[in-house]
């Protein structure tokens, strides 16, 4: 059994007034200070003995004291704004050198690096014991979520060791959309993308008043862990696309978003061609997709890709941009603007 507890520290509180660790707002920073609070999120991880774990942004280290004191083998935490270092380094000191600290960008840092290779299991075994856990801002989590699911589909980066787990924290609004059920209001492109490559479970949700300073929504922690064999067997860009078009009028029937995905010319008819080879039925909104649905979709989009190899480059976001700019070409000066090429 595995005693090992951090020794009597200073508490978060302290800890922030002593390096003055005010939140930045322009960094989303929102801490959490109620220990049993960070401790019941550390215990949705699973048993976490002798684990390895990577923390992302552990900011002035409540949830950070809550892994230490779960018996893991090496904490890895990634944080971006250098202020926390020095409360870091009191914890590396007090963890007798468990706790190990990357100041980085976790949206660009290659986790496949991070821990010993032994751990590495095959993708069909149990999960590895390599864990992530975090507790990130709202703009930052839902992109690096998606990410993640590329890595997933890829098996590479966090996935590199296997089907490693993961812990976060979401906007409440957004983890329900992640495990959202076939036609219930919250689902949406991320259900799909979440649920066809996890095992995703909403543990539970956290008021906005227990973080300092308090977000506007309240907050969510939601578990993943990856899927022996993903529910849709076709490329990540590809199934992202698909999903994507559908969604774009979520409101109407699902013919109107997947005929986005050709051109204009042959709209009509590859649109038929794709719900006939698919089996499924023009008048479905997207929300009463299955994600079988989405997963006959994408192998009917598939074959007709296949046999027009130029079809997939096809975007109609961009023919949409060049028509304006043709009705309108003071658009061209202005877009040259924003993107900085004048
Ligand atoms: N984990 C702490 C807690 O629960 O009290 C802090 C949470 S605060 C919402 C988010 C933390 O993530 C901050 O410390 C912030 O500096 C850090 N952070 C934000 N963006 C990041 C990024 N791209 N990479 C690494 N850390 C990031």
Redesign the pocket.
Known sequence: MNLYRLPPLPT?KEIIKLYNLR??KQ???????DSRL?DKIVRKAGNLKGAYVC??????????RAILNSGVEELLV????T??IPGLKMLNEASFGKLKFVH????T?RMDRSFPKHLRKEWEDDPPNVHII????F??STP?IIKWFESISERTGPFYYGRTQMTL?FQQEVAERMTASVSSKQRSRLSIMSQYLCDVKHCFSISGRA??PKPKVDVAVVHFTPLIQPKIEQPFKLVEKVVQSVFQYRRKHCHHGLSLLFPEDQRKELTRTTLMLANVEQTLRPTELTIKHFRDLCCAYRELCDKDPELFSYNFREELRQKKLKMNPELIKEEEIITGTV
């Open positions: 978060i939140a930045q960094l989303s920073q929102n801490f959490l200070l960070t923390e992302v942004g552990p900011g002035p280290g409540g949830i950070t990634v944080e971006k704004d202020r926390f980085g960008d976790i949206l840092y975090g507790n990130l801002p703009n930052v690096l924290t973080f300092l």
